[in-house]
């Protein structure tokens, strides 16, 4: 498994921006898919974006599409989820994760995902 550790996380107005990091250990870092999901109080965790080995593709909730962007860099073993024009909706606790089964693509489901991060807390105010 590959440990990760996320980072980025804040108290950040209605309509501000925010980057989250997440770096991984290990030498295989290429090999993961990677995620992110968000957990608000008193609701489940959901997926938020995706993005595959290569980085060729990537996959958003549609809540935050066009306003989240998920990228990542193999050589500095991060990936990123850069959060503009954020809402109060948006507040939760941010988990990024690995993904070793899905090859080619990615995968929204939270089962496929063997690694995760302790997560980043994201507070957005009105």
């Known amino acids: 498994q590959v440990q990760l550790v996320e980072s980025g996380g804040g108290l950040v107005q209605a309509g501000g921006s925010l980057r989250l990091s997440c770096a991984a250990s290990g030498r295989t870092f290429s090999r993961y898919a990677m995620g992110w999901f968000r957990q608000a109080p008193g609701k489940e965790r959901e997926f938020v974006a995706a993005?595959?080995?290569?980085?060729?593709?990537?996959d958003y909730v549609d809540s935050v599409k066009g306003r989240f962007t998920i990228s990542r860099d193999n050589a500095k073993k991060t990936v990123y989820l850069q959060m503009n024009s954020l809402k109060p909706e948006d507040t939760a606790v941010y988990y990024c994760?690995?993904?070793?089964?899905?090859?080619?693509?990615?995968?929204?489901?939270?089962?496929?995902?063997?690694?995760w991060g302790q997560g980043t807390q994201v507070t957005v105010s009105s």
């Open positions: 994760a690995a993904d070793v089964r899905t090859t080619f693509g990615t995968s929204q489901l939270s089962r496929t995902y063997d690694s």
């Open positions: 993005i595959s080995r290569n980085g060729g593709s990537t």
